[in-house]
């Protein structure tokens, strides 16, 4: 076959083209990433594959880490792994190269990590505290050999901030008696005990063990049997030391996610007010019976358990570790999705975001101690105020984008409405097809959430049921803070004392906020704010 010789500046210029019409390809697909249809534009997400969980949150040097339950092979669950990204500010993140890899004790399941300031564990120095990572192994191998002992908790540790890691030798540290669902290991400081904490879900209970250095861990009790929600297995727990807000009294929660069993169908957080003395979780006295006064109300929404959030998609979240001690707050973010349909969200380079970062307060309500979440203040940084207005009249209807002059749903809108004598108010976010109710209802006293036609819901029969959350406390003033991002919505009612993170996929992005009311209310203020996509830094 006869070839066209090319000359030396021919070939040289061919290659010049070439080469620029590959990197601006690469330009073109690098802008793409982070802009695909439903693409979360202030909620974390991995660039690309599969996330749930995260995990090994821990604040170090100034860095926020998080970690996170990571397939890199496809967009499902599969092989774990800890994927890994840090973060000033809890907001705008940076993605960095996977943490850990699974090995032959098995797959990298959930777990935490803490700055082991005084080195107990010998894997550093003093001077050069170890970040230690704990988290369960799960050997599939073993699994599928039907052997009960397949899920055992290992250590890994970086000296360089959490960029390179090495496993402990001497892994496994922790093996279960006998029970197969023995995981998501979280540890803390006990400082009265000088010891180490671990928080272990052990299929319907939580075990907490105790170790001076880490490695050797000794049994100390159990919580749970019989108590809260028991629809599911337990899993990823989390023992937080609080004040209650507002005194210098303290309690210890105890976060319990439970899959399934969660307030609305499929996975949801639980949790539990007491007290901790490095050997025993002692729930409040009386924290069941609180929780019956809220059974009175509506029983069929409580499912036996006193949850964190009432919208489907809040899963597996824990707080952070190492938060400095100037900083009182227990920051909090979560898996925002339900085992239900994880696998099935109609999303393609990636699939899975957390929630926005939260700050759980402990506040000794009406009916007992109570979890109220809010979003962290760093938020207010992000924002950029749009509008605002004051004191409308609603007589049964308002469009609030148009009373604030907008032609678009910002991503953070605030409302407080005083309902004077209407009993039912609904929040409408729509475009022209596909709409999102959210509805106080108070002579049912509850809140229901709609997502049945707010756009693409055929994935999951579940993703169409309507959301419910008791209504307690009913003196007609309600604040809502909306977060609308590209696929979801938290909406904090009063405070964070009543919270719903759901997902959504609108086929194109909302375009009002309607209210409905059946009686005259008044909007006392409506304010729209822009929220900086993290994805610039
Ligand atoms: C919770 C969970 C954990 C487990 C991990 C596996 O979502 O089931 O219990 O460690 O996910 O990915």
Redesign the pocket.
């Known amino acids: 076959m006869k070839r066209n010789k090319l000359s030396v500046g021919q070939k040289f210029l061919l290659l010049s083209i070439s080469l620029t019409l590959i990197t601006s390809a690469m330009t073109v697909v690098a802008e793409e990433i982070y802009h695909e249809k439903h693409r979360p534009q202030f909620h974390y997400s991995p660039h690309q594959q599969w996330m749930?969980?995260p995990n090994g949150m821990v604040y170090y040097e100034g860095e926020y880490h998080l970690f996170y339950?990571y397939n890199p092979y496809n967009n499902i669950?599969g092989p774990?792994h800890w994927g890994h990204a840090v973060s000033k500010n809890m907001l705008n993140w940076e993605e960095l190269p996977i943490a850990l890899f699974p090995d032959n004790h098995g797959?990298i399941?959930?777990?935490s990590a803490v700055i082991d300031w005084k080195n107990t564990s010998g894997f550093g120095t003093t001077k050069n505290p170890p970040m230690v990572a704990i988290f369960?192994y799960?050997d599939h191998l073993a699994e599928n050999l039907k052997q009960k002992t397949y899920?055992t908790q290992g250590l890994a540790y970086s000296l360089d901030k959490g960029r390179s890691w090495t496993k402990y030798e001497g892994n496994p540290v922790l093996t279960s008696p006998d029970i197969p669902?023995f995981?998501?290991p979280k540890v803390s400081w006990y400082e009265p005990g000088k010891k180490w904490i671990m928080t272990l879900?052990v299929k319907d209970r939580i075990s907490f063990y105790s170790s001076k250095n880490l490695k050797n861990w000794t049994h100390e009790s159990d919580f749970g049997q019989g108590i809260g929600g028991h629809g599911g297995?337990w899993?990823?727990p989390d023992l937080i030391k609080m004040k209650v807000k507002g005194t210098d009294e303290e309690k210890y929660v105890l976060l319990v996610?439970i899959?399934p069993g969660g307030p609305n169908g499929g996975?949801g957080t639980q949790y539990f007010v007491g007290d901790f003395d490095g050997k025993e979780f002692v729930l409040e006295t009386g924290f069941s019976e609180l929780l019956a006064s809220d059974v009175d109300t509506s029983p069929e929404l409580i499912k036996d358990g006193i949850w964190l959030d009432y919208g489907t998609d809040n899963?597996?979240g824990v707080t952070w570790a190492d938060v400095p001690a100037t900083d009182e707050r227990k920051l909090f973010i979560g898996?925002m999705n339900n085992?239900q349909y994880a696998n099935k969200l109609p999303t393609n380079r990636w699939r899975g975001a957390m929630t926005i970062p939260r700050e759980l307060q402990l506040v000794k309500a009406k009916q007992g101690y109570r979890v109220y979440s809010v979003p962290v203040a760093e938020i207010e940084n992000q924002h950029e105020l749009l509008e605002s207005n004051e004191n409308l009249v609603v007589k049964k209807h308002l469009d609030v984008t148009k009373a604030l002059g907008l032609d678009t749903v910002t991503q953070r809108t605030t409302l407080s409405v005083d309902l004077q004598k209407a009993k039912v108010l609904r929040v409408i976010v729509e475009n022209d097809k596909d709409r999102l109710i959210f509805t106080i209802d108070r002579n049912k006293k509850q809140f229901q959430l709609d997502r049945s036609a707010s756009g693409i819901v055929d994935f999951d029969s579940m993703f169409s049921q309507i959301q419910l959350a008791p209504l307690v406390d009913d003196v007609g003033m309600f604040t809502m803070d909306f977060f609308v991002d590209e696929s979801s919505i938290e909406i904090f009612v009063n405070n964070g004392q009543t919270v719903f993170t759901s997902l959504l996929f609108p086929e194109s992005p909302y375009q009002r906020v309607l209210l409905e009311t059946d009686d005259t209310v008044l909007l006392k203020s409506a304010v729209g704010y822009g929220i900086e996509p993290l994805w610039i830094k």
């Open positions: 749930n969980d339950q669950w774990m797959a399941f959930s777990g369960t799960h899920q669902d995981r998501d879900a297995v899993e990823c996610s899959n996975s899963y597996a898996w085992w």
